[in-house]
């Protein structure tokens, strides 16, 4: 993971990309021998929050397909609580591909400080595990 002298460009105060999806708190079982957060975990966290929202959206069963661009722009740290946003970047015949963004409140205090980010493709499935179509029609987040 990117330390925070790594990413002083990053602006802290900007504003979340989409709803938020779930929200959590980073606990030191979660942690590399350094003390940071684990990459996995976080990746987990939005994998997690993704098929919330993606659930939502294909009024069912889903499955993670792929992750594109995962990005660390900063560490996690035990204690901070974890906020995952989530917003439709496009709906396709059977799949919903979702840009996730992590968030974090460090000692329970704003600002927000953006940590993560990445596009997520879940694709809707019927009983069985074969891909289903998606209404675009009737998508109701």
């Not at 504003?15 to 929200?23: A, I, S, V």
């Not at 900063?74 to 946003?85: A, T």
């Not at 496009?90 to 000692?107: F, K, Q």
Request: overall charge negative; proline content about 6%.
């Amino acid at each position: 993971m990117a330390t925070e002298s790594e990413n002083t460009q990053m602006p802290e105060h900007t504003m979340p990309r989409g709803d938020l999806c779930t929200r959590t708190l980073a606990m030191p079982a979660d942690t590399n021998p350094s003390g940071d957060i684990f990459g996995g975990w976080l990746m987990s966290q939005m994998d997690i929050a993704g098929g919330v929202l993606a659930s939502q959206i294909a009024e069912g069963r889903i499955a993670t397909v792929a992750v594109d661009a995962m990005t660390f722009l900063r560490p996690v740290y035990v204690g901070d609580v974890v906020c995952v946003y989530g917003d439709i970047e496009r709906i396709g015949t059977t799949s919903v591909v979702l840009h996730l963004e992590s968030w974090v409140l460090r000692r329970n205090q704003p600002p927000r400080i953006k940590v993560t980010e990445a596009t997520f493709t879940f694709v809707a499935i019927d009983a069985e595990g074969r891909p289903r179509p998606v209404r675009k029609d009737e998508v109701a987040v």
